[in-house]
């Protein structure tokens, strides 16, 4: 009786630890990838426009997605609560200089919704410079400046 008690005991704790090596090894044999994918070289360098994009659009996620959307179509879960709606920026006509002013300084500066904040209290002229540029990178019609 021992024994069947011992070998049971046994086979319980290899039942839980094979799994377990299982997935170190998975781990392991997958690690060079991961790795790979977050080399240094991958990245843009800083003062790139591809870079300016990615930090643009980390920002836009960050503060403008609640009224603005993920698309920047202006169907964010915010938008119901304003009367104008907020931009959609896809599809917005206006050029670079009047995107920055108007993230910069409100909508109420620049005639338009006082919904819209005055950024250049939250963010730096870095980050609105690359808020804009990502946004003239997703635009159906990319300003001409």
């Not at 836009?60 to 959307?69: A, E, P, Q, S």
């Not at 304003?82 to 200089?97: E, F, M």
């Not at 990502?134 to 990319?142: C, F, G, R, T, V």
Request: with cysteine.
């Amino acid at each position: 009786m021992l024994n069947f008690i011992f070998i049971r005991k046994l086979a319980v704790f290899f039942m839980m630890i094979c799994p377990l090596a299982v997935y170190a090894e998975e781990q392991a044999a997958s690690k060079p990838e991961a790795e790979e994918a977050v080399k240094p070289e991958s990245f843009p360098p800083k003062d790139s426009p591809a870079a300016a994009i990615i930090r643009g659009e980390t920002a836009f996620k960050r503060y403008c997605i609640l009224c603005h959307g993920v698309n920047a179509d202006g169907k964010g879960r915010a938008a119901k609560n304003y009367d104008p709606k907020p931009a959609n920026l896809r599809a917005s006509d206006k050029n670079t200089i009047y995107k920055t002013m108007i993230v910069t300084k409100g909508g109420a500066a620049m005639g338009r919704s006082a919904f819209m904040p005055q950024w250049s209290e939250e963010l730096t002229k870095e980050q609105i410079t690359d808020v804009v540029t990502y946004l003239n990178s997703i635009a159906e019609h990319p300003p001409k400046d």
